[in-house]
């Protein structure tokens, strides 16, 4: 599939189908985009559905079907978007930082095809506003699904999600306890963490 250069091509995009809850037009949006009227639209859609539909098959729809709604922050970005917002001071990393990650038709530095999205999770959103800790939501998702990183912030709980080939299974918070949380060689990376998200529901149900 070419880039979009009409509305009719746009629109054949965003319905295309990443997995049975979630549409490509669902990671479209920007406010960045919205608000300086910049597109937001793959130079590579095919690469761009092949990496979110990974990300919505392995992470995001079991996450739905645990959880139920998830909201979708800010997800796919074009490069223009993300140097602009980088730019700008939009709490945008670099477009070679995020390539493979918020920048879906890229591949990263060593090759390998990624997406991020960041999402909100209701049910858990009304847990964190209760006790403020975000740690159970990280380890639920790490004992039981292929993600590559996670990042949390304070809003909301709302976190970025990574899937990427070849993973590197980090967590780090801009919340209290800042910093990483685990990460490959630490202590605390294997093993079973339940205790850590007691009452949450088992997966998929």
């Known amino acids: 599939m070419k880039s ?74 074009s490069p223009t978007v993300n140097a602009f917002g980088n730019e700008r001071g939009y709490a945008c990393a670099s477009n070679e930082a995020n390539y493979a990650s918020h920048i879906w038709d890229r591949r990263d530095e060593a090759g ?3 997406a991020t999205a960041c999402i909100v999770i209701p049910w858990f959103a009304d847990r964190y506003e209760r006790d403020r800790d975000w740690r159970p939501m990280a380890w639920w998702v790490h004992d039981h699904l292929p993600y590559s990183r996670m990042e949390f912030y304070p809003t909301r709980a709302a976190f970025n999600l990574s899937w990427r080939e070849e993973p590197e299974r980090r967590i780090d918070s801009y919340v209290a306890p800042r910093g990483c949380l685990t990460k490959p060689g630490m202590e605390n990376h294997t093993g079973d963490h339940s205790e850590c998200y007691d009452g949450f529901p088992s997966l998929g149900h």
Do not use: Q, W
């Open 112 to 114: 390998r095809m990624g």
């Open 4 to 77: 979009p250069k009409s509305v009719a091509k746009l629109e054949e995009l965003g319905r295309v189908r990443l997995s049975p809850s979630f549409f490509m037009r669902d990671f479209l949006y920007s406010e960045i985009a919205n608000l300086h009227g910049l597109s937001n639209i793959p130079d590579d859609p095919d690469l761009a559905i092949a990496a979110g539909t990974r990300l919505c098959e392995e992470l995001l729809e079991p996450l739905s079907a645990t959880f139920g709604r998830i909201a979708i922050r800010s997800a796919y970005r």
